[in-house]
Structures are given as structure tokens and as C-alpha cells.
């Protein structure tokens, strides 16, 4: 089946950790995004990226990394400078940006202690 | 810059009542606009989307959404809302603007 693979589904790191998070499509997609979310605040944009070896930062990108070496991949970074780290990480793919949907993976949920 | 905005946090409604989920949208052209829908602790699902042509859009189990250009609003319609359409809801804008959100709750 086609679709989205986020791993692990939830994930402990001490304060002061680097810890990465993983996320791969087998649909082919040229786009793929991370994403944020915390209650009451909707999906907020960590990072995207329209093809390989590129990618932006979106609106919350400090304290976060991103690579995108093969188009299946785009794992995600949190790094020890990410002040608040503790959330539901969203991964999700598209055959393109703008007029395209997103699919979207499972989710990874952080405690960062 | 695009943005949208979904006025209702949370919203409740009796299991076959009729549903209204607001959004409003704030771009200069007419965008691309999405509903998706997300149970508890899953990624989220597309609804419906709007890219131009008739304003009325149909969607996935039962749902359809009116784009309004004079409101610059594209609210989510269900004539008949069932317990499992607990979850919450988020409009889009292109696709990587989302809204905050509007949880809804299904009373027996």
C-alpha cells in the first residue's frame, strides 16, 4: 500500500538531546513538509521541501534541521536549541505545492523531559 | 501574506443535527482552499478541496463545502451528522496554510 511512514509513533529524550524523527513516502511525491502541532494552535510549518537535495524553512524552523539526500526521505532534526520541543510531529507529502493535497503520516509524539 | 482563520475552537452538536464548520481565508486571488479531518492522535484526512469552478464541492462521507469570494469563507456542511464525525477539522489554504482548528463533539 501507498502511504506515509512515520517512525516512532512515540519518542522520549532528555533535555539538552538532539533526537530525529523519520519519514519516508513510497508515493512518488515531489513535496514533502514537517509540521507541528499543539493544541489549540492548528498545524504550524517546520520545514518543506519541493525536490531533492532542497528545501525551506517554513514559519517555526529554529531549533529544527531537516535533509532531503532521496526523494522517499525527509527525516527531521530537533535540536537541543528547540526551546520547546514537546509536541505531535506531523509529516506529509504532495505531488506538488499549491494546488496539490497532502497525505498525511501517522504522527510522532514527543516528550522531551 | 495568506492566512485563515476558523472562529469556532470547539463545537457541539446532536447526533443527527445539521453541521456548519466556518472558515474564513484572507489572500488576494482566489486560493486553493481544503477541509481535512483528524481523529485523535492520527495524522489528518482530506475532505474536500476547492481549486475553481462550481462553489459547491462534495466531499468524502457526506460532507460538502460552499466557497463564498464576497465572504471570503469556505464553511464545511453536513446535512446529518453521525457519532463517528467526532474529530477535529482544519481548513487549508494552498497547502501548507492550515487554521487552528475546530474540535467537534457528537452528542448521543
Known amino acids: 500500500d501507498g502511504g506515509i511512514t512515520q517512525s516512532p509513533k512515540y519518542l522520549f529524550r532528555k533535555e539538552g538531546q538532539n533526537v530525529t524523527l523519520s519519514c519516508e513516502q513510497n508515493?512518488?511525491?515531489?513535496?514533502m513538509y514537517w509540521y507541528r502541532q499543539d493544541p489549540g494552535q492548528g498545524l504550524r510549518l517546520i520545514y518543506y521541501?519541493?525536490?531533492?537535495?532542497?528545501?525551506q524553512k517554513g514559519d517555526i524552523a529554529e531549533g529544527y534541521s531537516v535533509s532531503r539526500e532521496k526523494k522517499e526521505s525527509f527525516p527531521l532534526t530537533v535540536t537541543s536549541a528547540q526551546k520547546n520541543p514537546t509536541a505531535f510531529y506531523l509529516c506529509?507529502?504532495?505531488?506538488?505545492?499549491?494546488?496539490?493535497?497532502?497525505?498525511f503520516g501517522p504522527g510522532t509524539r514527543l516528550t522531551v523531559t | 501574506a495568506q492566512s485563515v482563520t476558523q472562529p469556532d475552537i470547539h463545537i457541539t452538536v446532536s447526533e443527527g443535527a445539521s453541521l456548519e464548520l466556518r472558515c474564513n481565508y484572507s489572500y488576494g486571488a482566489t486560493p486553493y482552499l481544503f477541509w481535512y479531518v483528524q481523529s485523535p492522535g492520527q495524522g489528518l484526512q482530506l475532505l474536500l478541496k476547492?481549486?475553481?469552478?462550481?462553489?459547491l464541492v462534495q466531499g468524502i462521507k457526506g460532507f460538502e463545502a460552499e466557497f463564498k469570494r464576497s465572504q471570503s469563507s469556505f464553511n464545511l456542511r453536513k446535512p446529518s451528522v453521525h457519532w463517528s464525525d467526532a474529530a477535529e477539522y482544519f481548513c487549508?489554504?494552498?497547502?501548507?496554510?492550515f487554521g487552528a482548528g475546530t474540535r467537534l463533539t457528537v452528542k448521543p
Open positions: 508515493l512518488n511525491h515531489d513535496a
Open positions: 487549508a489554504v494552498y497547502d501548507m496554510r
Open positions: 521541501s519541493q525536490i531533492v537535495n532542497d528545501f
Open positions: 476547492y481549486f475553481s469552478g462550481d462553489t
Open positions: 506529509a507529502s504532495s505531488q506538488g505545492q499549491g494546488a496539490h493535497e497532502q497525505y
